[in-house]
């Protein structure tokens, strides 16, 4: 028997495409087109980057060599000089594009704000003044530790416009997190609120921010406080400055600094299997060149969208998909402050009718969220606008995806699930809407210019439907450049866990996957110690050591379990030194020691107490076991290296 065509599964209807006129109005409108771009793409991938290169972006200097590869260190486009600010808004404002919304802002109380790309325009130019004014020079870090407000975006484009790297924060870390965080990135500069609205409730971020620099970040000088709840804020005088006063007498004509193409556009710290959060480190012109094409192809984007990615602006996903690729574009980009929250369940979806919403993207956490809530509060809002879904975080489940089809995109929006990392910076394999049928749970295909595969230790391609781990066989503009600080453990964490042979470099990037026998790639999961609760990547061994840090604790290890509405829930096995009573109390005080130590979105689900940790005979901790634990499931697999058989019998039997 022949092999199935995705034409004849397509005709089995085990496919989802959407009607006629989508793809005859799409970027790419058919399969066949994507499949010529994807082989023209892979004959010559530096060919094809550089093309679009040039037509998508604006250079002040064209670049001489595309692509430096010395692996595993990459460089685009080398000798090339540009901006990402400048692509993202000066070149808007020689077209009509100049008037147009560039960004359309709520904010939970039901405040909003509207600004076009000359407004946009003017107050990047004003905080990038206000930067200069504080000292800040070509290539010095700046923290931004800010709400879902406008000024989070601003403060990122300011940075770009200057060449300050930015390294943006997600408000919901602790003061601890963030003082290492600003640590490692010798930040000079601090930009931050005095609060953001959450859940009804004011987050205090610039209190936070006062304790991490009490614990003491030698290298900041300054902060920048927007005012944005307005409750009583403590300002040090010398080293913190409102926002509001320092612009009034800011100018708004900035030009744009040259940036050389490889020149840091930004740190991203995020979890590895390691306690220290690794700091990603992204480069200005391959960064904005692919963040760009993928926005323009992925979401289909057109200039009468009306585009919003719910992420945070402390995530990759709000980097590249609310801020850069957007407004590269000339796109109207929403941002929305608040979550959806017992009192106003349907938030989401008036943010949706209110403004026109086409193009919605979110995480499969907050879909089965939404289903808890129940589907009268979608059903009860015009979402005839939409007409297209994205997804993005981890596998999302047949049950949410069908629930996102039909509740949502009324059976008639295609779904793009893009899998993606902070490390790659943007979307790697995903469906092409209107042009790549999509099955339900599947990422598809890869986009064009990226060698994706599936492959054993060795490097070899796994067989179909077979299981391995997800790696990418070419460098790609956008790719992470380093860790910060760190080389050797870039080198050692995604270029050597596959060892190179004959030449060929793979990129390992944590995941597990297979593809089937159409080559769509099913994404199934973190194959290292790095959980995702909520769509959130949290390494294990941080909030191991979040927990030891703790003069109770004697030893401690995580895993996760299965969780219906985060995908995964964290469990904390514990053991106590003398003198401590494993108890609620202690419990409590654990829990709340890891929120302070890392924030809320690491408070452990559950603490067990136990004497003793299933260790092997050269006393490595064995997770599998506690995973199957956790998970309330049978011991699977060999457990012929465990040096202590009893302590699993307890650990079972709840002693
Ligand atoms: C997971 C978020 C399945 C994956 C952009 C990856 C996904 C990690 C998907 C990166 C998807 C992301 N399907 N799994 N569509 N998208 N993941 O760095 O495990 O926060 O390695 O970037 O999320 O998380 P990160």
């Not at 009468?304 to 990615?309: A, F, I, K, L, R």
């Not at 939409?386 to 047949?398: D, F, K, S």
């Not at 793979?506 to 994404?523: H, M, P, Q």
């Not at 929120?595 to 136990?610: K, N, Y």
Request: one cysteine or more.
């Amino acid at each position: 028997m022949s092999q199935p065509t995705i034409e004849s599964i397509l005709k089995e209807k085990r496919l989802f495409q959407p009607g006629a006129e989508f793809s005859q109005n799409a970027h790419i409108k058919s399969l066949d087109e994507y499949q010529r771009l994807y082989e023209k793409a892979a004959a010559d991938p530096p060919k094809f980057w550089a093309e679009l290169a040039e037509k998508e972006l604006h250079w002040f200097k064209k670049w001489d060599t595309v692509l430096d590869w010395q692996p595993p260190n990459a460089k685009w486009f080398v000798g090339g000089q540009t901006n990402i600010a400048y692509n993202c808004l000066d070149r808007h404002l020689t077209t009509w594009r100049k008037n147009k919304a560039a960004l359309i802002w709520e904010g939970e109380p039901g405040d909003s704000r509207t600004l076009t790309y000359a407004q946009l325009h003017r107050e990047v130019c004003q905080m990038a003044n206000v930067f200069k004014q504080l000292g800040v020079k070509k290539g010095d870090r700046i923290g931004i530790y800010m709400p879902m407000i406008p000024e989070a975006a601003i403060a990122m484009l300011a940075c770009a416009r200057i060449g300050a790297p930015h390294t943006v924060v997600f408000g919901g870390f602790s003061a601890e997190a963030l003082k290492d965080r600003l640590v490692d990135a010798e930040a000079k500069l601090v930009i931050t609120a005095d609060g953001g609205w959450r859940k009804d409730a004011i987050v205090p971020l610039k209190e936070q921010v006062d304790k991490a620099l009490e614990h003491g970040v030698p290298s900041v000088d300054n902060v920048l406080v927007v005012q944005r709840t307005g409750q009583n804020t403590h300002m040090e005088p010398g080293r913190d400055h409102w926002w509001h006063d320092l612009q009034a007498n800011a100018s708004g004509e900035c030009p744009a600094e040259p940036m050389e193409s490889e020149d840091m556009l930004f740190i991203l710290y995020t979890s590895g299997t390691t306690g220290k959060p690794k700091g990603v480190v992204h480069t200005t012109a391959g960064y904005n060149l692919y963040t760009h094409i993928t926005t323009q192809w992925t979401f289909d984007l057109k200039d009468t969208d009306v585009y919003w990615c719910t992420a945070d602006v402390g995530w990759i996903t709000g980097h590249s998909y609310i801020v850069y690729g957007p407004l590269s574009n000339g796109a109207t980009t929403v941002m929305y402050e608040g979550a959806p929250r017992s009192s106003n369940p349907g938030c989401f979806w008036d943010v949706v009718e209110k403004y026109g919403v086409t193009i919605f993207y979110t995480a499969p956490t907050a879909i089965r969220a939404f289903i808890k809530m129940g589907e009268h509060h979608p059903k009860a809002r015009n979402l005839s606008s939409l007409r297209i879904l994205g997804t993005v975080g981890e596998p999302i489940n047949p049950e949410a995806w069908v629930w996102y089809h039909r509740v949502i995109g009324k059976e008639r929006c295609p779904i793009v699930d893009t899998w993606w990392q902070t490390e790659t910076g943007g979307f790697m394999i995903t469906p092409i809407p209107g042009a790549i049928p999509t099955k339900p749970g599947s990422a598809t295909l890869p986009f064009p210019g990226i060698i994706a595969d599936v492959v054993d230790l060795d490097g070899n391609p796994v067989g179909e439907n077979q299981g391995g781990y997800l790696a990418i066989k070419h460098p790609w503009p956008s790719m992470m450049r380093t860790v910060y600080g760190d080389p050797d453990r870039f080198r050692r964490t995604y270029w050597e866990h596959i060892p190179p042979k004959d030449g060929q470099y793979f990129y390992f990037a944590g995941d597990g996957a297979r593809r089937d026998e159409t080559g769509y790639f099913w994404v199934m999961g973190r194959v290292d110690d790095v959980i995702s609760v909520s769509g959130h990547r949290l390494g294990t061994m941080e909030i191991e050591s979040a927990l030891v840090s703790h003069p109770a604790v004697a030893e401690a290890a995580v895993v996760g379990k299965p969780d219906e509405l985060r995908g995964e829930a964290i469990v904390a096995f514990v053991s106590v030194e003398e003198g401590y009573d494993a108890g609620d109390e202690l419990d409590k005080l654990l829990k709340q020691h890891v929120v302070s130590e890392i924030g809320a979105l690491a408070r452990p689900a559950e603490i067990r107490f136990t004497d003793d940790l299933p260790k092997t005979r050269s006393g490595k901790i064995m997770r599998r076991l506690l995973r199957n634990l956790a998970a309330g499931q049978e011991i699977a697999g060999d457990t012929s290296t465990l040096q202590d058989r009893s302590v699993l019998d307890k650990l079972r039997s709840g002693a």
